[in-house]
């Protein structure tokens, strides 16, 4: 519905104000470069951009920072199934429903308008970031993570906000929910920060990351729960995603670690030895919509990027908003290496 509002059309669902949906699309094509070109780490190092090609800062005058991203498209097999567990359970808002085609949404994938069955708009009440789009395909393919180990490089986790861990775990549990794990991990990381967490395998064989950072306050809903806080991706090169992230994307780096040890191995499924090279990128004070990137030492993972498509099962893309998608995207072209893998 060009220039129409999404959600005003949503059967009867109220929603707020927020942007058009033929503006969250424009945005949405720029996301989908963004993915696939940092993820599958064919974005080149800032010393490899020609110096006389003009670049456009995210933070140029009278234009906004890029901060954190606005929404995540998850595609699932059931849209009843997954609402149940993400506004059912985790008390996430329902922002805005869609029953029948979208030809809009179905253009920027390259698909018929018919192939979209169903969609959900949710959010953590109050927030403007770190939401969840759900999109139900009239033929859902495959989950891009089924039988995938716990190194394999994809888009992996979603990370969700916990009040009282050992309370929302027994409460869980009490739903029906399993764990990797019986119990959570508490772990501090070496810039000190306590956090505990549990890994939750859910619908369309993503994984949801319980995470728990003491003495953090947040939004949470009724329930206990506040998401989505950093989207996890597993990637190849750190060095290369880092000069993306900075130098591209023009984000601040909120955490830089190496976690080892046998804690860590047992909380996320890793061989002895391994460790992880994790950064979380967003913007300071901002916990909804963080990238965080994590590269596995000792580990050779599968690249699951290419499978990570509509109509695909799983998560398949990230929306950031951008001053200017023009420029933005031109400069995105400046710099990639189209046909450069892992």
Known sequence: MPGGDYRSTLNDKPARSRMNWSEQISIRLAAVILLLVSTASHSAPKEDIDENTPQTSNNQPGGKPMTMWTSVTVSVADLGEALALWSGLFGLEVLAEKVGEDKDLAGAWGLEASEIRRQAL??????????????????????????AQAFDLVPKNLDIYVRDMPTQVAALKAAGQTFRNENYSEVTAPDGTVFRELHMPSHDAINIVLLEVLGKELPFTPQGFAGVGPLICIIADAKTERAFWADVMELEILADNILEGPEIEK??????????????????????????????????????????????????????????????TKKLKTISKPGQSD
């Open 122 to 147: 949710l959010a953590t009440p109050g927030m403007n970031s770190g939401m969840l789009h759900l999109v139900e395909f009239d033929q859902p393919g495959q989950a891009i993570r089924d039988n």
């Open 267 to 328: 909380m996320i499924g890793l061989p002895p030895g391994s460790a992880l090279d994790v950064s979380i990128w967003g913007a300071e004070g901002e916990s909804m919509g963080q990238m965080e990137i994590i590269n596995y030492r000792g580990t050779k993972g599968s690249n699951l990027f290419p499978t990570a498509v509509p109509k695909q099962r799983g998560i398949l893309y990230v929306t950031y908003e951008v001053n200017d998608l023009t420029a933005f």
